[in-house]
């Protein structure tokens, strides 16, 4: 059997709900699913482990050069290993989140994850692949692009419901929008450039937002 080459690229900004629509929708296409926000989350959480200043450009460029990082691709398996320690859980942790940006607007180290991203792509036949920059950068021929957007309101209630209610609404403020605003200023992840698909998911549930992605997909002609 011969399996066409199909990568699905989603981009959007955090509480969009693209991970858990990425994944869903890697299940249903029998695809690999690459979550590369984890991929900055890892080098974070390494840069702050190691004690690494994140003012320090350069330090933190050579710190992503130098990272032995594993991601699964499964999307029934979430697991990050970085430097041998499996910090699948720790990545999600708030001071991971405060300090992410340091990485994501380095752009030395955004070319080095870029490169390893590209490389995870090349590795499957099928893959759905989530971030900032994925429709644009990393895999801007991809055979389906979507921009997954929500409005404030859904996407602050989504991240809350997420991080279990504990947190309260001037942190979480700081999180999600924040951190958009930091991470925008070196990647527009808010408009579709052109052959982008924005799809608004604020007033669709979980099951619609997947079925819409499918459709998209189905409809730039890739082979189900
Ligand atoms: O999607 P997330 O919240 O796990 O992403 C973590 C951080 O990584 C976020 O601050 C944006 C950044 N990121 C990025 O700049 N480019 C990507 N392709 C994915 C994530």
Redesign the pocket.
């Known amino acids: 059997m011969i399996v066409e080459k199909l990568v699905v690229a989603i981009d959007g900004p ?1 509480g969009s709900g ?2 858990s629509v990425a994944k869903e929708a890697a299940r249903r296409l029998g695809a690999a699913y690459l ?4 991929m ?2 890892a080098v974070t959480w390494h840069c702050l482990d190691a004690g690494t200043d994140l003012a320090d450009a350069a330090a933190v460029a050579a710190a992503v050069e130098a990272a032995d990082l594993d991601i699964s691709t499964d999307p029934d398996v979430e697991r990050v290993l970085i430097h041998g320690t499996d910090v699948t859980a720790a990545i999600r942790e708030p001071r991971v ?1 405060e300090a ?2 340091a990485v ?1 607007t380095n752009l030395d180290a ?1 070319a080095e994850l870029v490169r390893r991203q590209r490389g995870l792509i090349a590795a499957h036949a099928r893959v759905v692949a989530e ?4 429709t644009t950068v ?1 895999a801007p021929q991809a055979e389906a692009r979507i921009l997954l957007t929500a409005s404030e309101e859904a996407r602050l209630r989504r991240r809350g419901l997420q991080l279990g209610g504990t947190q309260s609404a001037a942190d979480l403020e700081r999180q999600v929008l924040a ?1 958009d605003a930091k ?1 925008a200023t ?2 527009d992840f808010t408009t579709a450039s052109d052959g982008v698909v924005t799809l608004d998911s604020s007033d669709l549930d979980f099951e619609q937002t997947v079925r819409t992605v499918l459709g998209i997909v189905a409809g730039r002609g890739a082979a189900l």
């Open positions: 955090s693209k991970s979550d590369t926000g984890a900055y989350r989140s992410v940006s994501a955004r971030g900032r920059d994925i990393v951190r991470d070196v990647v």
